[in-house]
């Protein structure tokens, strides 16, 4: 038999071969399990070290990139290196005017959760790679692209995709950033007509190592399950896969809020503070032209709904940061010496022994975790807010009363509280809560679900009677704090709140006695998807939108040292006669 000829370049492989071992191609299987845990491990990384990359290793990933599979073996891509620290400076200027934009077209809640993602690390990576697509041949002239002539761009998005998988292999991060006026980028690069860009990427040694997908981690988004994009055939007609959520959706019409009568005598156009005016009236009208230094009043406590799995932290956090508060170390503890406020430290359920230097308020019978059971009995919660009323009473003579909370898993509790006390359904007030993920989110919103209806069981259908609510469904720091509002209430002191939890409480007080409302200032809005509901409910315009997220009645302290600079500035102004 004669020997088949053998080619020196190219496929040496025989038909007879192939039809032996049709899975002969395959690498071996450590080589294979590399590759898939590299796809799975890619990341959209925005946080870099400025530590530079050997030349070697940026060519490798180049060239890699260079590999990827084009229609018509044409190679559109181009990669322009910026290395250049004046032209990032200027990339980075765009993108962060474009962000802003993008924000400006959602609704409020999904704008500030926007705004509180860090989209781009086009300053802190040492090297931007912008892709760009050159198409100033005819698409007729490309094989493949007559009839799909977007087939260059596809071409280019896979060299992307090999650029990011050769990165992750190296341990380089790669962040894709598209938040340009395609535009404004190809002049900053100098691009001629016909080369377009397919957005800027950062590439350097991250400064983060993220174990999951960032938009997912921060809740913005999920993967589907497979079984939801793959579909076998063709397109089904009865029950078609949904479409993709879109996050660029229109904002409600907003509430026209009607401006204050200005202080007519002094020398300045009316309404000149904006929203601290009102609330410099409405601390005047207490009888206060200036705050004496105050008292921040933080409150604690466990959640045996932690146990359900709706936190991304251990309980026993609860207990840290209360003992660092003792120790005047916590966040909210030098937020208060930095605004002259004392601190009045309230153990109201945090498992362990007693903390030196605070107060301790705690439940006698047991407590639930809201899907099985209340959350408090009536007699306890009865018990905290008397607590509370003598405390805040005694606090509130002294001078304004500004409140902080602490407590792994409270945000679930005043999500349940919330939808009770507003009678709103759960996913219009579940949030993420600290550090949460999209699948903590969702069994919170199960969490809360399940409360609710447990507890209109249990209670006989409604809830809005505040008292019923609160054991039901809130916190015994919730009912200690609700206590505070209503003792420094009667003292006609001023109360400054801080994030959900605090309004909440505010909102229990408010719905016992309506005349609290008039001394209630809200400190700061939050991160929490409830809280801006919440104080509509109260009647409170946010002095603060920082979208503080520390709790421990930071926002609270900062709005404070705020408010006491409008009483100062009010008081000094000059007057004109009339």
Not at 21 to 48: I, K, S
Not at 106 to 133: H, M, N, T
Request: hydrophobic share 50%; with cysteine.
């Amino acid at each position: 038999m004669w020997q088949r000829p053998v080619p020196l370049v190219g496929d040496v492989s025989a038909a007879s071969q192939r039809a032996a071992d049709p899975q002969g191609w395959a690498f071996p299987p450590e080589q294979r399990e590399a590759l898939y845990a590299v796809m799975d491990a890619r990341r959209d990384v925005r946080r870099f070290r400025p530590d530079p990359v050997p030349a070697e290793v940026l060519e490798r990933v180049l060239t890699a990139a260079h590999r990827a599979p084009s229609v018509g073996h044409s190679q559109p891509w181009r990669f322009v290196v910026v290395r250049d620290a004046a032209a990032r400076e200027r990339a980075a200027l765009m993108a962060d005017r474009e962000r802003l934009r993008q924000a400006a077209k959602l609704a409020p809640d999904a704008a500030r959760r926007l705004l509180d993602l860090q989209l781009e690390g086009i300053r802190e990576a040492p090297y931007g790679v912008v892709v760009c697509c050159d198409r100033r041949t005819a698409a007729a002239g490309v094989l493949g692209r007559a009839t799909f002539p977007d087939a260059d761009l596809w071409s280019c998005a896979c060299a992307i995709q090999n650029l990011w998988l050769a990165a992750r292999a190296e341990g380089l991060g790669l962040g894709w950033v598209t938040l340009f006026d395609p535009a404004e980028l190809a002049e900053l690069l100098g691009l001629p007509d016909g080369v377009v860009t397919l957005g800027w990427l950062c590439l350097g040694w991250p400064d983060e190592r993220p174990p999951e997908p960032g938009l997912q981690r921060a809740g913005w988004s999920r993967r589907l399950p497979l079984s939801e994009v793959v579909v076998e055939d063709r397109w089904p007609a009865a029950e078609a896969p949904s479409a993709p959520v879109s996050h660029l959706r229109a904002p409600d019409q907003a509430a026209v809020v009607t401006a204050r009568d200005a202080a007519d005598r002094l020398l300045t156009p009316p309404s000149s503070l904006g929203v601290l005016d009102r609330t410099v009236d409405k601390v005047v009208a207490l009888g206060h032209r200036e705050l004496a230094p105050g008292t921040l009043v933080l409150a604690a406590a466990d959640h045996p709904v932690a146990g359900l799995g709706v936190s991304a932290y251990p309980t026993e956090v609860t207990r840290e940061i209360l003992a660092a508060a003792a120790a005047g170390e916590a966040m909210g503890a030098t937020a208060a010496r930095a605004a002259g406020l004392a601190l009045e430290l309230v153990d109201a359920g945090v498992s362990g022994p007693s903390v030196a230097g605070v107060t301790r308020l705690t439940c006698q019978d047991p407590r639930g975790d809201l899907a099985g059971a209340d959350a408090m009995s009536v007699r306890d919660t009865e018990y905290l807010m008397a607590a509370g009323r003598e405390l805040g009473g005694n606090l509130g003579v002294r001078g304004p009363v500004a409140l902080g909370e602490v407590g792994v898993a409270n945000t679930t509790v005043a999500a349940a509280l919330a939808a009770a006390l507003l009678e709103v359904e759960p996913h219009a007030v579940v949030g993420l809560g600290a550090g949460a993920d999209s699948a903590i989110l969702e069994r919170k919103r199960a969490v809360v679900d399940e409360a609710l209806r447990r507890a209109r069981r249990t209670h006989g259908g409604t809830l809005r009677d505040p008292m019923v609510a609160l054991a039901a469904l809130g916190g015994p720091e919730v009912a200690v704090l609700a206590g505070v509002v209503l003792g420094a209430a009667a003292a006609r002191s001023v109360v400054v709140l801080d994030g959900l939890v605090t309004s909440l409480a505010a909102l229990v007080a408010v719905e016992i006695e309506p005349a609290v409302a008039a001394c209630l200032v809200a400190g700061q809005r939050s991160r929490e998807r409830a809280h801006e509901l919440v104080l509509t409910q109260l009647g409170c315009e946010p002095l603060l939108d920082l979208r503080i997220r520390a709790g421990e009645g930071v926002g609270a302290c900062l709005a404070t040292t705020v408010l006491r600079q409008a009483l100062a500035i009010r008081a000094t102004t000059a007057r004109v006669n009339y």
